[in-house]
T-cell receptor, first 114, second 114 residues
Framework: EAQVTQNPRYLITVTGKKLTVTCSQN?????MSWYRQDPGLGLRQIYYSMNVEVTDKGDVPEGYKVSRKEKRNFPLILESPSPNQTSLYFCASSWAGATNEKLFFGSGTQLSVL | LAKTTQPISMDSYEGQEVNITCSHNNIATNDYITWYQQFPSQGPRFIIQGYKTKVTNEVASLFIPADRKSSTLSLPRVSLSDTAVYYCLVGDGWDAGNNRKLIWGLGTSLAVNP
């Protein structure tokens, strides 16, 4: 089954404790992206990757890092989480990132930073 | 910049047809119109996409007038399980890699009642 898998589904942490949210897709997609979703603000793009070893900042990249060492994986790293990073996070992928392509989303990671 | 405007919320009853209209006055010539559905705490899911006239799939129909300044998502005979947020998307600006971007608004929250 074609899918984007995120882990963990829920995460509670404390300020400053480094964490990683994993994302994996099994569709051989070149394009992968991370979003955060906050009430009243909609989905905002954090980082995206057009292919292996190619990453670019989205609209809200501050406080986040990503890496794309393999085509299928695109982890999101919070080196020193802060409470304003409490949010619902989604990973997504598509063939090549064109806007007329279908975006496949993961089930989300609800992060709480205390 | 292209911007989409859609109703914040809509109510319907089981078995009715629901039409959600989105305006996108500044849509670019090459942009497609894409609709996604999102259930609470889940990632958005692609519903339908079109460029002009009418598109129909097993889930919905999409009507696009000749001027493409608006589009209407039509859900036939809705059920309780269609209660979700529906997003209308068109291209909006360019990212760091000169790729067309999608900006996610707040969508339309559809409530289907028994």
């Amino acid at each position: 089954e074609a899918q984007v898998t995120q882990n963990p589904r829920y995460l509670i942490t404390v300020t400053g404790k480094k964490l990683t949210v994993t994302c994996s897709q099994n569709m051989n997609h070149e394009y992968m992206s991370w979003y955060r979703q906050d009430p009243g603000l909609g989905l905002r793009q954090i980082y995206y990757s057009m292919n292996v070893e190619v990453t670019d900042k989205g609209d809200v990249p501050e406080g986040y890092k990503v890496s794309r060492k393999e085509k299928r994986n695109f982890p999101l790293i919070l080196e020193s989480p802060s409470p304003n990073q409490t949010s619902l996070y989604f990973c997504a992928s598509s063939w090549a990132g064109a806007t007329n392509e279908k975006l496949f989303f993961g089930s989300g990671t609800q992060l709480s930073v205390l | 910049l292209a911007k989409t405007t859609q109703p914040i919320s809509m109510d319907s009853y089981e078995g009715q047809e629901v039409n959600i209209t989105c305006s996108h006055n500044n849509i670019a010539t090459n942009d497609y119109i894409t609709w996604y559905q999102q259930f609470p705490s889940q990632g958005p899911r692609f519903i339908i996409q079109g460029y002009k006239t009418k598109v129909t799939n097993e889930v919905a129909s999409l009507f696009i007038p000749a001027d493409r300044k608006s589009s209407t998502l039509s859900l036939p005979r809705v059920s309780l399980s269609d209660t979700a947020v529906y997003y209308c998307l068109v291209g909006d600006g360019w990212d760091a890699g000169n790729n067309r971007k999608l900006i996610w608004g707040l969508g339309t929250s559809l409530a289907v009642n028994p």
